[in-house]
């Protein structure tokens, strides 16, 4: 059975009579889940009045409106993830820290008895990171009774921007996690949800969707939850698939639907580099430099060839910047490995880098089978993926002083969770590096 048809495992109701079905089921049953989750409903809205905020509730950061919004939503559906991390691990690191300083929270924030692990951690993430992006990642399970597709669980991952809600051009955004929904459809979901954003923003007017129970974070989840249906039945959306090149003589046969076999014939090209002695010279000078001051322990050849040489460096866990953003089994295993390749023409063609491909699935099979259930441990696969994939790309796109490989690794190790960031919040810290720098040569 396709992803498509098991999607749709069960009979789609049609006509007139079931969108009014779907319409006044989803308002009734949306209604009762909302009350009393203290988002603005019309009855509390009649009794509810607003005092002035004092000038010491202003500077009080448990009455941020992002803040107040993210626990709105943490209350009602429960986490899986912050910004990466198992929530559970969130929540042993600050009962760690109250053990350690039962004062750290009673001295920064008021009512610190009435709040949750989770919502501490997000006021210490917001004080420390203000302008960082916050991700949460957490599962919905369609409310309708009566829901068409064959849909459990619907898994999302949510970025909600910095200056969220005060700045109205930071809307929040979503992911959809689920392998089994076929891309094209959550891509369906995901504008879905950018729309009823743009409605609660009042950038657009849309009689087809009416927002659920005010329109805060956790409004646009409910109205997401609302209209799932109306989502997922819209034409599935196209997506581009990017296959990687083969690069050895041999046949690719290709079976589209319905479409003859296609033969395509892809020749490995051999290169042959000529390159001058001084180039190598350096090169191998570079390369020393990193084995005499890492040592064998840390730094072993895995490949040696004509065109380039490949080195697995064990890089140790170190307290850096933004060291929150690195992967919480890679913190509890102190290190992380790094293959650092070495091209033969070094520095004239760049050094490359890479996670190997199963050192994050072996770590979360060591310390998490026994502590996580199945779908976090699918999870944590994949943002840890994510996070290899970003540590890649912003070493690449760092401006390095030079071309010594051993400062490039020493940069690597201690800002880690630096090159961890998504690319936005990375150009926001290598501005401030630069900046920093300029100032030093002054």
Not at 299 to 324: A, H
Not at 425 to 430: E, G, V
Request: glycine fraction near 4%; proline fraction near 5%; aromatic fraction near 8%.
């Amino acid at each position: 059975m396709s992803a498509e048809q098991s999607l749709h495992e069960r009979p789609v109701p049609t006509g007139e009579n079931s969108s009014n079905k779907q319409s006044k089921r989803s308002n009734t049953r949306i209604r009762n889940r909302a009350r009393g989750d203290g988002e603005t409903s019309g009855q509390n809205q009649s009794v509810r009045t607003r005092k002035p905020k004092s000038k010491s509730s202003r500077n009080d950061p448990t009455s941020d409106a992002r803040f107040l919004q993210v626990s709105k939503l943490i209350k009602k559906f429960k986490p899986v993830t912050l910004n990466g991390v198992a929530t559970r691990s969130i929540i042993e690191q600050v009962k760690e820290k109250e053990e350690n300083d039962p004062m750290h929270f009673k001295n920064q924030y008021k009512n610190c008895e009435r709040l949750s692990y989770l919502q501490k951690y997000l006021l210490e993430f917001v004080k420390h990171q203000p302008e960082s992006i916050l991700y949460i990642s957490f599962i919905v399970k369609p409310s309708d009774p009566d829901f068409p597709f064959d849909l459990a669980k619907l898994k999302l991952n949510i970025s909600i921007p910095p200056n969220y809600p005060a700045d109205k051009t930071q809307t929040p955004t979503i992911v959809v996690l689920n392998e089994e929904i076929p891309r094209g459809f959550g891509v369906n979901i995901e504008r879905g949800f950018k729309r009823i954003a743009d409605i609660a923003r009042g950038v657009v007017t849309d009689e087809e969707i009416e927002l659920v129970d005010g329109s805060g974070l956790l409004s646009l989840v409910y109205t997401l939850d609302k209209y799932l249906e109306l989502f997922l039945k819209q034409e599935k959306r196209e997506t581009i698939k990017f296959v990687k090149t083969i690069k050895k003589k041999t046949a690719v046969e290709e079976k589209p639907a319905s479409k003859p076999v296609v033969k395509q014939e892809v020749t490995q090209q051999h290169v042959s580099l000529t390159v001058a002695k001084e180039v190598i010279e350096g090169r191998n000078a570079y390369i020393e430099e990193m084995l005499s001051k890492l040592g064998s322990e840390s730094v072993k050849l895995f490949k040696k060839s004509q065109q380039e040489s490949r080195y697995k460096v064990t890089i140790p866990i170190v307290k850096g910047s933004n060291f929150t953003r690195i992967p919480s089994y890679w913190t509890k295993n102190k290190s992380v490995d790094v293959m650092v390749t070495v091209p033969i023409d070094y520095p004239q063609s760049e050094l490359t880098i890479s996670i190997p491909n199963n050192f994050s699935t072996n770590l979360i099979v060591k310390y998490g089978k026994d502590t996580e259930d199945q779908l976090t441990l699918v999870k944590l696969t994949k943002e840890y993926r994510q996070t290899e994939k970003n540590i890649v790309s912003n070493f690449n796109r760092f401006e390095f002083d030079t071309p010594s490989i051993l400062v490039k690794i020493n940069w690597i190790t201690n800002n880690l969770g630096s090159f961890c960031l998504e690319e936005e919040n990375f150009k926001t810290w290598q501005k401030n590096v630069d900046s920093l720098k300029a100032q030093l040569r002054q």
